[in-house]
């Protein structure tokens, strides 16, 4: 199996390239971002010594799926996905933060919790609440959007607006689309079996209109879990089965690695990045519903770049 860890395209009227923890972005003609889902893998903010088959193109198909499925709610910045593993979509100034909403105390909040914390991102939590129980209603925990090598930080509405981030307006708006998304992307979970525990969403600028932007439920950006077992798991405190990357920090985390300094990243032996590819698939499947087809592989590089230029140059 073939794993795609690095692009260096050239594509026509292309202006620039980012090159992300697991995205390469090229801008076309200040006008397009033609965003090619790698098949890197990051945990703790750092990118993994190996990468993993078919993860770009699972990814990246199930964000164009429910890009697709929340059309309605607000517009998005996708155009096309020429290739699996590449979607083509108007280029936006993005918002610098980022909008996550938790429907569960679990993850990161959890661990918060545990320690005694009370209060996320201004948002007081009560005394005795349990692991993986679920909020009276969502909650949203926005984090800044951090430069490249910087971890994201939590951050309160009230700072958002005092440091002048984002306008109350465009805030109230964004707040509104995290909602209506989240609900959204609960609806389709629940008709799978799942739950959509949390999520992130991040959101953009073009002539005066708010886009939504980058991936969206993803097994990367959230947490999924099984609706079957939940409340008798809860019942007795045991861990949810879940759908998310959790499993690969889980691993890490088993192996002495959390992304802290002095820390070494364990050995990805080809047995765990197979089993990693395969996780990833069963996740895909789950929750769209859909078989997970591989795409060819022989000739990745190739099948890309003939892939996303064919359709640059017809849609001039």
């Not at 199996?1 to 200040?30: C, E």
């Not at 519903?289 to 000739?299: L, S």
Request: overall charge negative; proline content about 5%.
């Amino acid at each position: 199996m073939k794993a795609l860890v690095g692009t260096d395209f050239n594509f026509p009227g292309q202006q620039s390239v980012y090159h992300g923890k697991v995205r390469d972005v090229y801008n076309i003609n200040n006008n397009l971002l033609v965003m090619v889902a790698t098949d890197r893998i990051s945990a703790f903010d750092v990118v993994l010594s190996e990468g993993i088959p078919y993860k770009g193109q699972m990814l990246n198909q199930i964000a164009s799926k429910f890009l697709d499925a929340t059309a309605d709610i607000c517009p998005n910045w996708k155009l096309a996905t020429p290739d699996p593993m590449v979607t083509v979509g108007l280029r936006c100034e993005g918002f610098p933060v980022e909008m996550i909403v938790r429907g569960y105390l679990c993850g990161s909040a959890w661990r918060a919790y545990k320690s005694g914390v009370r209060r996320i991102c201004g948002i007081p939590l009560p005394d005795g609440m349990n692991e993986n129980q679920r909020f009276p209603e969502p909650i949203i925990t926005p984090t800044t959007k951090a430069a490249q090598g910087r971890h994201d930080e939590d951050i309160s509405k009230e700072e958002i607006l005092r440091q002048g981030l984002v306008s109350e307006a465009d805030y109230a708006l964004l707040e509104k689309y995290t909602m209506q998304l989240f609900l959204r992307g609960s609806e389709i979970a629940a008709g799978r079996g799942l739950i959509l525990v949390d999520t992130k969403y991040e959101f953009g600028r073009r002539d005066g209109v708010v886009y939504l932007i980058d991936e969206i439920h993803t097994p990367d950006s959230s947490r999924y879990f099984y609706t079957e077992g939940y409340d008798e798991r809860f019942r007795q405190g045991e861990p949810q089965r879940q759908l998310s990357k959790e499993f690969v920090r889980e691993w890490l985390m088993a192996n002495g690695f959390q992304g802290q300094a002095g820390q070494t990243i364990p050995e990805m032996t080809p047995g765990i990045v197979e089993s990693i590819s395969e996780r990833y698939a069963e996740l895909f499947e789950h929750i769209t519903g859909e078989p997970f087809i591989k795409g060819d592989t022989t000739h990745l590089l190739s099948r890309i770049e003939e892939n996303t230029t064919q359709y640059l140059i017809r849609n001039k």
